[in-house]
Antibody
């Protein structure tokens, strides 16, 4: 069974740091890109960061660029998010998810499609003094 | 960045009703559109990818259609367990991957 389990959330003061982990199992972890998505209380979903299987391609949302660092350890089948200089607006449930990418043909035209599946259960980060 | 706009923001319907949720992209995204269902306190769950392909294990009452800028998610016969918030997400131009603001579906 494909499974993602996040950990590391908690209460931290503004300006503080936290490291989230996502333990993956049930699939060939190193061959998949992974992402972090967050959801502030009562709000929608926001993509935070993504990393390719070999860590060659890393991207961040503008809202976290320069403060958050995504990484992975393929030997440990784990994904990480180091969060520094935390702000109140970073308060959210943080989800990790696997990126599925496939070439699909529609109407004779082939394209590279991607989607997120599965998602972990999430870990809550609260930034407050 | 591509903006995704869903309508309505919420709806209330009866069991057995046909429900339609709309998602509009700020520019053409071909068929690069996915739908997720999120129940309260739970992680999002993939329903449909590439605009119309049903994820394995998802009930056939769910369907997706559209291309370009306008997309729809349809529940052909609403069931009590379909009470949830539904999100669309584009994968045409990423990063950033962007989501709609969500549509909350309630059962009357």
């Amino acid at each position: 069974e494909v499974q993602l389990v996040e950990s590391g959330g908690g209460l931290v003061k503004p300006g503080g740091s936290l490291r989230l982990s996502c333990a993956a199992s049930g699939f060939n972890f190193s061959t998949y890109s992974m992402i972090w998505v967050r959801q502030a209380p009562g709000k929608g979903l926001e993509w935070v960061s993504s990393i390719s299987g070999s860590s060659s391609y890393i991207y961040y949302a503008d809202s976290v660029k320069g403060r958050f660092t995504i990484s992975r350890d393929n030997a440990k089948t784990s994904l990480y998010l180091q969060m520094n200089s935390l702000r109140a607006e970073d308060t959210a449930v943080y989800y990790c998810a696997r990126v599925i990418s496939q070439m699909i043909m529609f109407g004779g035209v082939i394209g590279g499609y991607s989607w997120f599946d599965p998602w972990g259960q999430g870990t809550l980060v609260t930034v407050s003094s | 960045d591509i903006q995704m706009t869903q309508s309505p923001s919420s709806l209330s319907a009866s069991v057995g009703d046909r429900v339609t949720i709309t998602c509009r992209a700020s520019q053409s995204i071909s068929r690069y559109l996915n739908w997720y269902q999120q129940k309260p306190g739970r992680a999002p769950n993939l329903l449909i990818y590439a605009a119309s392909t049903l994820q394995s294990g998802v009930p056939s009452r769910f369907s997706g259609s559209g291309s370009g800028t306008d997309f729809t998610l349809t529940i052909s016969s609403l069931q009590p367990e379909d009470s949830a918030t539904y999100y669309c997400q584009q994968s045409y131009s990423a990063p950033p991957w962007t989501f709609g603001q969500g549509t909350k579906v309630e059962i009357k």
